[in-house]
């Protein structure tokens, strides 16, 4: 299975991925010069500063409490390294970047006391504020119309800036 690094060029800046065999391979490559960035050429090129992102399975528990932000259990949030549309954009601001981490880390927070209903939630946000049923804090879909209405009864509804994949589709 390949290994992924996000890397970027010293000289201008570009980030871009490689795909290498292994550790040791993009050791290799990089100790004879072989990698260069594919916008400008240049050879002036290492591994990009990032935040780690580490999967857990559902039934391990973080071994530390000072253990980088994870996907939270049961959860369905992704905390990205850095999205993909900014891996592509030609100069998107280092503070720009910095301030996309940190709201996807919010967001991972804001989920961790959150429950997902997925396609249930314009049904279960109206019964709790109509009162037939206990009020929680919840995440699910509903599409702009749904939201709207909701938002004009005077039901509390907020999008989500990053998008959030079901526990179901998880591993």
Same mark, same amino acid.
């Given at each position: 299975?390949?290994?992924?690094?996000?890397?970027?060029?010293?000289?201008?800046?570009?980030?871009?991925?490689?795909?290498?065999?292994?550790?040791?391979?993009? =050791?290799?490559? $990089?100790?004879?010069? &072989?990698? +260069?960035?594919?916008?400008? !050429?240049?050879?002036? #090129?290492?591994? @990009?500063?990032?935040?780690?992102?580490?999967?857990?399975?559902?039934?391990?528990?973080?071994?530390?409490?000072?253990?980088?932000?994870?996907?939270?259990?049961?959860?369905?949030?992704?905390?990205?390294?850095?999205?993909?549309?900014?891996?592509?954009?030609?100069?998107?601001?280092?503070?720009?970047?910095?301030?996309?981490?940190?709201? =996807?880390?919010? $967001?991972?927070?804001? &989920?961790? +006391?959150?429950?997902?209903? !997925?396609?249930?939630? #314009?049904?279960? @946000?109206?019964?709790?504020?109509?009162?037939?049923?206990?009020?929680?804090?919840?995440?699910?879909?509903?599409?702009?119309?749904?939201?709207?209405?909701?938002?004009?009864?005077?039901?509390?509804?907020?999008?989500?800036?990053?998008?959030?994949?079901?526990?179901?589709?998880?591993?």
């Amino acid at each position: 299975m390949p290994i992924v690094f996000d890397l970027e060029c010293r000289s201008a800046h570009h980030r871009f991925e490689g795909w290498f065999k292994s550790s040791d391979d993009y =050791a290799r490559q $990089q100790e004879r010069g &072989l990698l +260069s960035c594919p916008r400008c !050429g240049s050879d002036d #090129v290492g591994k @990009a500063v990032q935040a780690p992102h580490l999967a857990r399975k559902g039934n391990q528990r973080a071994a530390a409490s000072d253990a980088p932000p994870q996907k939270p259990e049961g959860s369905s949030a992704v905390v990205p390294s850095e999205p993909a549309s900014l891996q592509q954009a030609e100069a998107i601001p280092p503070q720009a970047v910095e301030l996309l981490q940190k709201l =996807a880390l919010m $967001q991972v927070e804001a &989920l961790r +006391s959150s429950r997902f209903v !997925g396609e249930t939630f #314009v049904e279960d @946000a109206r019964a709790m504020h109509y009162g037939e049923r206990d009020a929680e804090v919840i995440h699910g879909r509903a599409t702009p119309e749904q939201a709207q209405e909701l938002m004009e009864e005077g039901i509390p509804v907020m999008p989500l800036p990053f998008p959030v994949v079901p526990p179901e589709q998880t591993n």
